[in-house]
């Protein structure tokens, strides 16, 4: 029983120091709502609780930097550092349209096989087969258009969105394009409908509100070499748009 | 407690080849923003991002896992266990398969609670079978299927039937395999006990244990795991997200169509891609038009058995030799699994008239 002496453990401490940074890392982000660029706000509650958790695992650690002997820094407190110091250093702005490059559009819905409408047309659609897409029913428009494009034939249709082109698409094509995310930034995708538009150039990567028609095409994808049939809009007018507060469609599974 | 300065040494020379790892992808990534500066800081941001982003994802159901992994260490003895498990091993294993139903953990929770398990007397196969089984059948999971393929419900049964098969086969052959102890070295020797907060010093806690001391067990068990599997998991989102920023997409889906190649494909998207098992079903319809039905059946199987982050924490958990066989494992059976679902599903469901 020699330990009667003060002792001081650096690598508790550090411990101590990384919880209670990650901790306050995380409170920080909810509180300034910066939070939204990263995650679904439904997973929000679980950023909270680790938050939390943390908080208290730190208050009882204190008492084990003067019991605990033996216990020198690990190497691995360095890792716990990095997600510290580049949440430090990096002003958040979520992901950029850019990630269209990595990601790839998905424009192609899978219409085989499937025995269930998505959309109940009389409830959810108003008047006079208008539509108008905002950030609450996009998925289920999207996906609703997407399985029965001769269903939606000559819908009236207005929504917002991303232009994004690649070679593989014709001029005076463009793509109408949101970012989809499901749980997290790692899991987004980013998903569009093809527009036919002939009358000015866009530009990439602009935010733009348009309002055309729906109509069908036949699209070859570049890898399979597989025609599928696509709804099409035929762009009336187009009009620039700010890009919204958030970047993202959200999915809720509740709705 | 002088086992606690050979515990590290093997751990510590692995933390420190993937520190190093780490370091040197970081310190390309910030010489190629010197050296190129016109090179876009779009892509460097969806690094950031997405890195974050699976931090903020995962990080809690570590800590969840933890917590659950103390809880079974401190309330469950291994008599117990021992007695609840059949007697029968193919009952077990299915046992084992189907307890995801009512245990909602995700896959990265379920690391730390698996190691506990088996430290506990579980019969490694039947704690693997466990372990493969939790991401996929869970009714959190179940339900996101479920919205993500609206309409086509037989891709909920799909995964659910083809997951049990795959998992129970792996933790069947896993045996026959591996014969041994299965765990790391330093795992075994149990040798983390952390020392109670509470200022006494005698460790003797089974005899004289007032409830305080239950509380304080907790904490430090729920700490130390914590740092055990965060750290690789932390690692593990880093390269996943250095791969899924700087590798497009389209490379991938370039190698190949057609039945074998689809399944390849999306094997290696759902390795790098690394997402928790509620979400993928939403990336995995975005290629349903696009690749078979039985690769994406893959991939909804193979994604929450082993991923970048996963792979990492496996090898923090058990020996290097019990990992390889067991990563062998899980992509062959998948593979399997896969080939056998493009087969079976347009079958069935020409069968049942297509429910």
């Known amino acids: 029983m020699n330990n009667k002496k003060l002792n001081f453990?650096?690598?508790e401490f550090t411990w101590l120091i990384l919880m209670l940074a990650i901790s306050f890392y995380f409170y920080r982000l909810v509180h300034t709502k910066n939070i939204y660029m990263f995650i679904n706000p439904n997973m929000v509650k679980y950023v909270v609780f680790a938050s939390g958790a943390l908080l208290i695992l730190a208050f009882f650690q204190i008492p084990k930097i003067i019991n605990t002997l033996e216990h020198k820094p690990k190497f691995g407190y360095l890792i716990f550092m990095i997600p510290i110091i580049i949440g430090i250093l990096v002003n958040p702005v979520g992901l950029t349209e850019q990630v269209t490059q990595v990601k790839g559009v998905n424009i192609v819905e899978d219409t085989t096989t499937r025995t269930k409408p998505i959309i109940?047309?009389?409830?959810?659609i108003h008047q006079e087969g208008q539509i108008v897409m905002e950030d609450k029913n996009y998925f289920t428009f999207l996906t609703g258009i997407a399985e029965e494009p001769n269903k939606f034939k000559n819908f009236k249709i207005t929504l917002t969105g991303f232009v994004y082109k690649n070679n593989n698409i014709k001029n005076g094509q463009f793509i109408i394009a949101r970012m989809l995310m499901t749980c997290c930034a790692a899991d987004t995708q980013v998903v569009g409908f093809l527009c036919d538009y002939n009358e000015q150039n866009l530009?990439?990567?602009a935010w733009v509100?348009?309002?055309g028609v729906l109509d069908t095409t036949n699209y070859t994808d570049s890898n399979s070499k597989q025609d599928s049939l696509i709804p099409l809009i035929k762009v009336q007018s187009v009009k620039k748009v700010v890009p919204p507060a958030s970047k993202y469609i959200y999915i809720n599974n509740t709705n | 407690m002088e086992s606690g300065t050979d515990f590290s040494t093997n751990n510590k020379i692995l933390t420190i080849i993937i520190g190093l790892a780490t370091l040197l992808l970081f310190s390309i990534n910030i010489l190629r923003n010197i050296v190129m500066p016109q090179i876009n800081t779009d892509t460097l941001n969806n690094f950031y991002t997405i890195f974050i982003s699976i931090v903020l994802e995962g990080l809690p159901f570590i800590i969840i896992g933890a917590l659950i992994s103390s809880f079974i260490q401190i309330f469950i003895s291994e008599e117990n266990i021992i007695k609840i498990i059949?007697?029968?091993?193919?009952?077990?294993l299915f046992f084992a398969a189907i307890v995801g139903l009512i245990f909602?953990?995700?896959?990265?929770?379920?690391?730390?609670?698996?190691?506990?398990?088996i430290k506990k007397g579980i019969p490694t196969s039947l704690a693997i079978t466990f372990m493969l089984s939790v991401p996929i059948v869970n009714p959190i999971v179940l339900v996101s299927t479920y919205y993500a393929f609206k309409g086509k419900i037989y891709m909920l049964f799909a995964r659910l039937i083809f997951g049990i098969i795959a998992a129970m086969v792996i933790g069947y052959l896993i045996d026959l395999l591996h014969t041994g102890k299965s765990l790391k070295y330093s795992i075994q020797l149990n040798n983390f006990t952390p020392s109670c907060g509470c200022g006494c010093h005698n460790h003797q806690h089974n005899k004289q244990v007032h409830k305080f001391h239950y509380l304080f067990d907790i904490i430090d068990y729920t700490s130390s795991e914590t740092y055990d599997t965060g750290k690789l998991f932390i690692i593990g989102a880093l390269i996943s997200a250095l791969v899924q920023s700087y590798?497009?997409?389209?490379y991938i889906l370039s190698i190949g169509q057609g039945n074998l190649y689809s399944i390849i494909v999306m094997f290696v998207l759902a390795y790098i891609l690394s997402i928790c098992s509620q979400t993928d079903a939403f990336i995995a319809r975005a290629f349903l038009g696009q690749f078979t039905i039985g690769s994406v059946v893959g991939f909804l199987i193979l994604g929450p058995m082993l991923d970048i982050k996963n792979t990492l924490m496996l090898t923090g958990t058990f020996n290097r030799k019990f990992t390889i066989k067991l990563i062998f494992l899980i992509i062959s059976i998948c593979f399997i699994m896969a080939v056998s679902a493009n087969?079976?599903?347009?079958?069935s469901l020409k069968l049942l008239g297509g429910v």
């Open chain 1, 209 to 211: 509100e348009i309002t």
């Open chain 2, 247 to 250: 590798i497009p997409k389209e």
């Open chain 2, 343 to 347: 087969y079976i599903i347009p079958i």
């Open chain 2, 104 to 117: 909602p953990v995700c896959d990265c929770a379920i690391i730390p609670v698996t190691r506990r398990l």
């Open chain 1, 120 to 124: 109940n047309s009389d409830s959810t």
């Open chain 1, 203 to 205: 530009d990439k990567d």
């Open chain 2, 86 to 92: 059949p007697k029968n091993k193919l009952m077990g």
């Open chain 1, 9 to 11: 453990n650096l690598g």
